[in-house]
């Protein structure tokens, strides 16, 4: 007791062996640099922040903080996942059963519920846009930095939005209603429309010929598990990455702007305090970051900008959680498609696609579910990989909003967001039963439920 | 200076068992790898039979009857009998009947055909002709007909949904 009173006690003044810390806890509120530097140094979850940050690169209007949004949303999403976990059961006797007790029975678990589903759509729109901000920003390019490699880091991104929407599909396939078991349907057989492979990977993916108890296990698995971790550690690279690239891009546009004479990179303010490994580490050009108008601690500057996106997150998702009331289907049924049998709003342009693409060359049939399934989202995925090694433009656009030398394919680029909302807004909007076109204001025309 | 054998011994030793180190470190986690994949894939399928009784002719309708379990139309006319898939050749949705308002005759592959209803998918839109053959919207080819036969142990009608047949197909009770 009394040591930690001792260590507790210390002023930050009494001299110290280097690398010993004055204080056994670390303060949100520094009042010297150094002990701004031990808050990063010393506390187990800040030290994969820099001790100091450019500060342009924290301005709301540069990021909108997104990327910060989308992890605040996954950790939601894992923490009310745990509660659902013990609640659901993943038989297809039970599942409906279950789900149905989770809204309706269990104290509290129509909201953990809601919570969970809001946030998985919300994160969907969160990495979406921080992809359109990467994008358009030239985020993904690197600037004056040594050992940068940004463009592998917009690569992981890709991948971890393509986890994103597969964590969403395997996760609306397990109340077990009719959405559920349709949209596997649908989804399932978009795999099997591939040439040659295609029934092996459906068969893989659903555990048979039909959608039964080894599909729902498999995708109970890979919702819990195998997805979830494989995010959590290229999250834990992603940021790892960000730190190695010297912070955002918004940096290195500020330091090329700074100074555009070449000067031979120095290891940088940032990184020699936290002693990592000069040299090799990449380092941003001495005149930007040695001007101490245009750093700040990381705390509490970035600390209380990244709580508050945090905490905003969280309101905004129990809010919404409380007052939109999470459907149930009916069970499922294989013997019925529901009349229209829509996907979940961020699937709605692949509806559209699939249903737009068959193509007739004489006798000659390619099926939408391959050519708009399979091959179109496939093309767009690999051109957005690739897209950092196609973009000439120069390093000054890094990190700048709406670059003149980007226009084009910033533009090409929106052109192409715009193609996959309207799309989304037809199939919202504009589709009834059989997928016929109807406009807002025209009455569906009554469809008996069975024949 | 030109290493003695003895020198290299030693070295030739390490490097032989670094090597044996590694390769049984890789084949180790191939084989792991290799053995957890090929666990799911399923060597017992539990899915329902391809072959199922359906009933007795007589429970037939004139016309068309569905049989939700099968995915199945059966179209009747006297004594004829034969079977349309309703699995949409696009992307695998029940297909929905409607009834024509008047019926109407055509003749496939040589064989009069009575053309009393038509099909319509409610994921995408396709749509087919009484006969199965798609219309409009993705579905890429026609919906399936599938061999029909008469159980001869007790009287029922038997489909085999692993034997696709010909658009000609007709099964008559004598």
Redo the contacts between chains.
Sequence with gaps: MATIKGLLKRSPDTPEAPGVHPQALWSFRPRSDREAGDAIVSNLLLHWFPSKVYKPSLDWSYSFWLGTASAALFLLLVVSGLPLLMLYVPSVERAYQSVKDIEYVVTFGWWIRAVHRISAHLMVVAVALHLVRVFLTGAYKNGVGQGQCREWNWVIGVVMLLLTLFLSFTGYLLPWDQLAFWAVTVGTNIASSIPWIGPTVRELLIGGRTIEQATLIRFYVLHCIMLPGALGVLFAYHMWRVRKDGGLAKADHEAVLANQQPVPPVASKTYTLLGVARGTAPTVKVTSVEAPDLTVSAVPDLTRRAAIVVLATFALVSILASAIPSPLEEPANALVTPNPAKAPWYFLWLQEIVTDTTIRIGSFTINGAFLGGVILPGLLITLLTVWPWLDRSSALSTGRWFPKDRRTQNAMFLALVLLVLVFTVIGMFLRGPYWNFYWPWEAWPEIPARI | MAETPKDSAPKDRREFLWKLGTGAGVVAIAAQTVASLRS???NV????PTTVKVGLPDEFPDGLK?L??E?LFVFREGKTFHAISAVC??????V??EALSQPEDTTIEGQRLRLTHRF??????S?YRGDGAAVS?????ALAWYHLSVSPDDGQLTVDLAREVGQDFRLTLA
């Design positions: 799911l894939v399923p399928s539990y899915d329902a569905f939700p379990d995915r050749t696009h992307l695998g949705c029940t929905r009947a319509s998918c409610p994921c995408h839109g749509r919207g993705p579905a890429p080819k």
